[in-house]
């Protein structure tokens, strides 16, 4: 027991430090892709400015709305941080104590409660953008989330288990298109530009979480990052070969997540649903179809040679 809670902390302190440096490795992207520097005043370029942005998140006054449903106004934002921390207990790591041999499975569940967490915390604030953004968010992850159910099921097929210790095979060569797929139901999942109609700043004034600030703003900001750094993590495991080099793998689909970010405008509302439904799930029906009637068919034929 006290193995398991002493690699769930360091697991922890390493996914929030992640998270800090991510920030910075994205101002800094950003900047020089708008021909600009990017935090370099704090520390030596800029090295101390997310323990500064921390600081002055963790430091403000928390101002609570006048109507706002106090109890699910203060738990959603913390289940967010929650449920994105827990979904990193599944990851293949030497020294960790927790065998999840189910582990995708655990996956598909902590992203469908995260949905939950969202419209809470945009009902509870009575405020109509927060109520709007948490629609928009809420209906943009139902409707990928069946997309990377497949997708997953897909693998499973290929690979016969759901424990990502299994994964090995570089599948972004065997199925390139399903790769394209999931990484772009990745961007819609963790509410990504150009995806991001859950915050849009320029329709909804930031959208479900307008009205937080404070600490509980910082616990929302930090789950949707190390929401990002784990979707980053688990297309490196599934589509680039499993453990080997993983970290600069990771770090090379989250260079993609923020070049994305600085390039590409944001989708209309309608294009997103039409791209859910009507492209992305049959695309991925089909070819599940597909692997599950090869698997048969191989399988068949070894049984009768």
């Given at each position: ?18 998270v ?9 992207i ?27 998140l ?7 709305p ?41 996956f598909?569940s ?43 099921l ?99 689909m ?41 698997y ?10």
């Amino acid at each position: 027991m006290l193995d398991f809670f002493l690699v769930s902390l360091i697991l922890l302190i390493s996914v929030l430090i992640s998270v800090g440096f991510f920030t910075l490795f994205e101002r800094k992207i950003l900047g020089y892709i708008n021909n600009r520097k990017g935090p370099n005043k704090v520390g030596i370029l800029g090295v101390m400015q997310p323990f500064a942005d921390g600081a002055k998140l963790f430091l403000k006054e928390n101002l609570i709305p006048l109507l706002a449903i106090n109890f699910p106004y203060f738990i959603s934002p913390m289940s967010i941080l929650f449920i994105s921390l827990l979904m990193w207990n599944i990851i293949p790591m030497s020294f960790h104590s927790v065998d999840h041999k189910l582990g995708l499975l655990l996956f598909l569940s902590l992203t469908g409660l995260s949905v939950y967490s969202l419209i809470f915390s945009g009902w509870s604030s009575n405020s109509k953008y927060a109520i709007l953004g948490a629609y928009r968010g809420v209906a943009q992850a139902i409707s990928y989330e069946v997309s990377l159910s497949l997708i997953l099921l897909c693998f499973v097929e290929l690979n016969m288990s759901y424990d990502l210790e299994s994964y090995s095979i570089i599948f972004l060569m065997v199925m390139p298109m399903m790769g394209v797929v999931w990484f772009v139901s990745s961007l819609a999942e963790t509410n990504r530009s150009p995806f991001d109609f859950a915050e849009s700043e320029s329709e909804l004034v930031s959208g479900f979480n307008i009205e937080y600030s404070s600490f509980l703003f910082a616990f929302i900001f930090i789950g949707e990052y190390s929401s990002i750094l784990f979707m980053s993590y688990l297309f490196s495991i599934g589509f680039l070969g499993g453990p080997f080099l993983i970290e600069m793998k990771t770090l090379m689909m989250i260079f993609f997540f923020i070049l994305i970010r600085g390039t590409l405008p944001r989708f209309r509302y309608d294009h997103l649903m039409y791209l859910a439904w009507k492209v992305y799930l049959p695309f991925s029906l089909n070819f599940l179809i597909f692997y599950i009637s090869l698997y048969t068919f191989v399988i068949s034929n070894m049984m009768f040679w």
